[in-house]
């Protein structure tokens, strides 16, 4: 069965500094591989996706993920956090595009100003 | 906002009542996916549509669990004789169809359901 992992359940970062929240897959076919984020009391926000193609994906908030298929891993990294990044990160995957996502446990954020 | 809504928001119930959940997709989706999500923990599969068909259903969908999607349009998912451990947030999520090429799901805001 597929299954997302995430080792971090909470990681505290002070603000500016950089930040690695770390991800891995099992799956024995192609996955779609995503990063969800969760603010506080909102719902959940696709942040960025890997479908095919470049094996280093970004979003518009400075985040980037890569995807490396030997490691089976999608880690998530941003160079300099701010106080606004606090939020439940969750990585997730899907088998095809019509299939459900399976999501990873999460890893709360916490930037210390 | 992405378009998915939800209602309730809250719900408060006490241990053995039933409950209903109501979610409105975007207009144009055909798909329809309900999650549970418990404290700590990721959002969980429990049931997916296409159009008014049901087509997949969690092991963690036990038999008080049921969930509609009468016309293809809105869903509800009910949970009778509701117990302790259904305190949760219930999402519901939707996207195009297609049989090829990704469809992002967009999810509602949720369903906090807090038996006593």
């Known amino acids: 069965a597929q299954s997302v992992t995430q080792l971090d359940s909470q990681v505290p970062v002070f603000e500016e500094a950089p930040v690695e929240l770390r991800c891995n897959y099992s799956s024995s076919v192609s996955v779609y591989l995503f990063w969800y984020v969760q603010y506080p009391n909102q719902g959940l926000q696709l942040l960025l996706k890997y479908l095919s193609g470049s094996t280093l994906v970004e979003s518009i908030n400075g985040f980037e993920a890569e995807f490396n298929k030997s490691q089976t891993s999608f880690h998530l990294r941003k160079p300099s956090v701010h106080i606004s990044d606090t939020a439940e990160y969750f990585c997730a995957a899907m088998k095809t595009s019509y299939d459900k996502v399976i999501f990873g446990p999460g890893t709360s954020l916490s930037v210390i100003p | 906002d992405t378009g998915v809504s939800q209602n309730p928001r809250h719900k408060i119930t006490k241990r053995g009542q039933n409950v209903t959940f109501r979610c409105d997709p975007i207009?144009?989706?055909?798909?329809l996916y309900w999650y549970r999500q418990t404290l700590g923990q990721g959002p969980e599969f429990l049931t997916y549509?296409?159009?008014?068909?049901?087509?997949?259903k969690s092991r963690l969908l036990s038999d008080r669990f049921s969930a509609e999607r009468p016309k293809g349009s809105f869903s509800t998912l009910e949970i009778q004789r509701t117990e302790q451990g259904d305190s949760a947030m219930y999402l519901c999520?939707?996207?195009?169809?297609?049989?090829?090429?990704?469809?992002?799901?967009?999810f509602g805001p949720g369903t906090r359901l807090t038996v006593l």
């Open positions: 999520a939707s996207s195009l169809g297609g049989t090829s090429g990704y469809n992002e799901q967009f």
């Open positions: 549509f296409q159009n008014e068909a049901q087509l997949e």
């Open positions: 207009s144009e989706h055909n798909r």
